[in-house]
């Protein structure tokens, strides 16, 4: 073993020498222990680049969405200060929807022709609804629905256009719900239905097949329509637009039938005509204070009854009026437009800054400790390799410093020999003199 000249050299080495040991094999295990493990997955969730509290990175690919796919979507939660709330679980719509068209400014894009859909990547939605029909079966007790919407969302140059339906008869995603909220209203018609009674002549001549104008052969007008006679009684909804608040609230459920509802938002009837003239004034884009006056302005939306033998009856034609019809006629027509205004609300509820509910595929990245042997021989073999190098240069340290002392006392010495041949000279140099006595 190598001796110093200073003494406490050794004993620092063997201190500097463990503490460096010890360092380094806590940073290998630490730094090599453990092993980035990949694990894929699918979640409804989006997330990009997110470093979670226990320090697991995820990262989340946008999820391609079909043309005619159906989706649901998951609707904001709304505190009850009618501020956005995300802390919520998510929940999915009541309503499936179907994508069946991307359009752009105008109209079909050239280069959507032969593209089949889109990436998307949790952006929020911006809708409105465009068109809105309900249908009651009254023998068989059924209802049915559909309704549409227009949406955008992020930097897209398209508008997705999309409808949902509903048939009472069928079963389908979401049937207990949708029962649930709708059946009552539209079971409703029912007790109109039972003193439903058309008189002959009691509508006008327009009302019926096969022309639907006044002009035509008189065929059904003087025809009595008992209520055993009507099968269906359907009320569409066509160019009205609803544009929702940021964050629609929703309506309440018909009540009255002698008033109709308006959803909250702001109607607007798209290219409507005025049934004023024969040819008719029309409108572009105007807005209306209520569901009533968008009908009437829209020229599009259809009232209609199926009558047996006759077919379908358009019971507000050209320039007829809502009071001429008979008293049940008046408050199913009231009834039905105040359930296509909350069938409209409850949609744009659902869509209106919603989110497309689709599962992306996900990475999560974490750090694992790999096995207990395999951590020890890298630790350990890491460790040595670099302890030998670390030690190396503490030994050539060493020495330098013990080198440098050495040299010190030698000069030490050096100057003492010096200083003493030099008292030794001047003591010969002085002559001896006799003493007196």
Known sequence: MKQYQNCKIAPTILIVSMLALMGLVFFNLFAQGKNNHVVPFLSPRFANQTVQKNGENITCQPSPVALNQNLLTIPWTVESNGTRSEEHEEFYGIFQWKIYALTGKGGILSEFKTRTGFLYSAETLNCTIVRARSDHRFQTKEFSFGICGSCVFGDAEFTIEMCASYDSGITTYGSSQI???????????????????????SLRRSAFPPSYNETQVDTYQRTQINRRNVLQFSLSLDRVILIPPAVPGGMSA????????????????????????????????????????????????????????????????FNSSLAELPDAIQAMFNHTLSINSFLMSTAAREVQGAKIGVNYLCINTKKEWQPFLKVLSITAGSSLGMFTSVFTVITILARRIDSRQKKKDRMSQLEESRVASTLNVREEDIPLTKIPE
């Open 254 to 317: 018909a009540t009255d039938p002698r008033s109709i509802q308006s959803p909250e938002g702001t109607i607007i009837v798209k290219d409507g005509t005025m049934k004023q003239s024969p040819q008719g004034i029309t409108t572009h884009n105007a807005t209306v204070p209520n569901m009533l006056d968008a009908f009437e302005l829209s020229g599009q939306s259809k009232f209609r009854i199926t009558v047996t033998d006759i077919v379908d009856l358009l019971l507000l034609g």
């Open 179 to 201: 029962f649930n909220r709708f059946a009552r209203e539209y079971y409703e018609l029912d007790d109109f239905y039972s003193r439903l009674s058309i008189p002959p002549n």
